[in-house]
């Protein structure tokens, strides 16, 4: 059964078949504290997808309950084709778009937005790499977000809180996960909400 709950992992040693399936690989945060994940992960020092790649190629492919790929998907340099040949040489079932643009808010956001770099630009990859056969989940933090990703025939939503935790994490939580299921899909949860910095990236 696929978990419910994801949480993010720089290091999968140790972790038994169960945790590892939750888990949303991002070995490019290995170098930082853990509670400093959700801040530097969207850090532009960071080659996420480099940095999975590298992970990847240097262990034997997963036989067996293979971790979630935590993709930035906005990757200028990122080519499908390459992305593809990584996965599936290394037994990877299940994307996930994380680091995610949305949790960029101001300046920033509305720059990367007018040159394309927007939740829906993550989608449209998600889906390229469904017609491939991997599973794909939507990470969302907004209903906004939540619409486009369904929009585009995502079923399976992670919900996450963003860098700022919502003053009412529970009642966030069913808000959105209610109308995911309203709407036909199946929310996730983000193991590390109730740890989320209350700031906002507003560079």
Known sequence: MAPTTLHPQ????????????????????APFRRESWPLVAMMPVLDVNGALRAAL???????????????????????????????????????VNYPTVQVLEGETAAALASVGYRAEAEFRLLQ??????????ACATSRRAVDAALGAGLRRILLHPGLARPPDPAAWWADLAGHVAIEGGTALAWADQASSPRRRMRL
């Open 10 to 29: 720089a290091d999968l040693r140790g972790l038994r078949p169960a945790a590892r399936a939750g888990a949303v690989f991002l070995p490019a945060l």
């Open 128 to 137: 390229r790499l469904a017609e491939q056969g991997f599973a794909p989940i």
């Open 57 to 95: 190629a240097a262990r034997p492919p997963f036989a067996q309950d293979p971790p979630v790929a935590g993709i930035f998907a906005c990757d200028p340099f990122l080519r499908l084709t390459d992305l593809v040949a990584m996965l599936r040489g290394a037994g990877i079932t299940a994307v």
